[in-house]
């Protein structure tokens, strides 16, 4: 029987090897497979985000990580395994279909890989994607998007085909036992791992056992295509990095092709209440280090936007800070997104940010001299600090009036007006990944995505 220690963070004995389970708020799941006798290891499906946590844990704990695996074409979340195998200098693996750049070994199916004298055995599994593999060890399948909890992947993009997907899970699962812990790509409850017994007497999917029946249920009511996805995939096969910014024009295009989810303002909330994108998540720039998750769990390219895009720069510097990736201004802002035909939805009107620096600067320096000519001159000082601050601000893109002014109770919006949409990963099966379940089955079974 399979050994499960409690803590998937600090690692859990699956059989041979030690698992470390990264689990990112977006629903991903990274992992870290590490052989304790040679402390070589295997990292798969890093996600962006994650890099600076895999290298320390790899540096921190001594291991050599010998292989960074992509188990698939991600199309819902940006790779960081080019960044992580450049870092720790360890070999990049993935399926040939996949044609991924930088990545020099490609196993075909019943390969292995090799950490010490432990094997890691490479199942070919297309269907959610042509380049799509399965890795398996001694008592534990990575399913990758093949096999989720209760779901299994999408099929109805680049290059997915529902036929291939039955056949791939039947192929690759059902000589395993049922014991056999799965590890998979995604989770949208919160859940880390289950087993072959559990999803064969859990999962609707696996009912299924007519190719035809499974075919026609995983076709029919296709979701939209991810809106964000041709710059994931730029990056996540070509390496071509998200851009720091993006124009206006481009940002109302990916808007109005469904990717309203992926803006996130960091204006004040009565901005926010005033205009702002529909089905946008509404984040001020002041709350950001509180809210980092919610930021994460944001599909990417995540894009910010502010009035005219100065508090929007300021965000992605801090966010990358954090180690938040995949971030993109929208240039200029609301104001010019609107002037490209963007829509938004308008509130009462209020008095922007940086108007209201404007003011506040301008009524300091009018008591400042008022009050050195009526007073002391000494009073003069003040507006000369109003002037040092304002330069400051210029020069280093930070200005703590305005910090300090979107605290102020007029600048909070309602609760219902500054929660924003849920995350589409972080609230069921988001359609860039999971199928859900099958509209035939009963009401007991988890709700269609």
Known sequence: MTSLQAEPAAGQSVGRF?????????GCRTYLLVDPESEQALALDVHLDLVEEVVATVS?????????????????????????????????VAHEASDHAGVSRHPADGDTLHLGDAEITVLHAPGHTPDHVVLRTDAAVFSGDTLLIGAVARTDFLGGDAGQLFDS????????????????????AGKLQTTLGDERRDNPWLALTDRQ???????ANKPP????????????REGKEIPASMTAAGAVELVRAGGAKSVIDVRTGAEFTGEHVDGSRLVPLDQLLQRLDEVRATPAPRLLLCRS??????????????????????????????????PTERGKSVISLDRQVRIGAGALVLLGVALGYLVHPGLFALAGLVGLGLT???????????????????????PQAAAGPASACSAGAPPACSAGAPPSCSAGDPPAS
């Not at 965000?315 to 490209?340: H, M, Q, Y």
């Open 309 to 342: 895009g100065g508090r929007a720069q300021t965000a992605r510097k801090l966010l990358e800070e954090n180690n938040v990736r995949g971030l993109t201004v929208i240039e200029g802002g609301i104001e010019a997104f609107r002037s490209a035909g963007g």
């Open 213 to 219: 029946q499974f075919v026609n249920a995983l076709t």
């Open 392 to 414: 400051v601000a210029g020069v280093t893109d930070w200005c703590g009036m305005g910090l300090l002014l979107a605290k102020a109770p007029w600048n909070q919006a309602s």
């Open 60 to 92: 921190e704990r001594g291991w050599k990580l010998a292989y960074v695996v992509d188990s698939h074409t991600h199309a819902d979340h940006p790779s960081g395994s080019a960044a992580v195998a450049d870092r720790l200098g360890a070999t990049r």
């Open 169 to 188: 899970l039947h192929r690759v699962f059902d000589k395993l036992p049922d014991q056999t812990v799965v590890f998979p790509g995604h989770d949208y």
């Open 225 to 236: 295509r991810p809106a964000n996805m041709d710059d994931l995939l730029r990056l996540n």
């Open 18 to 26: 030690t698992v470390v389970t990264l689990a990112h708020p977006q």
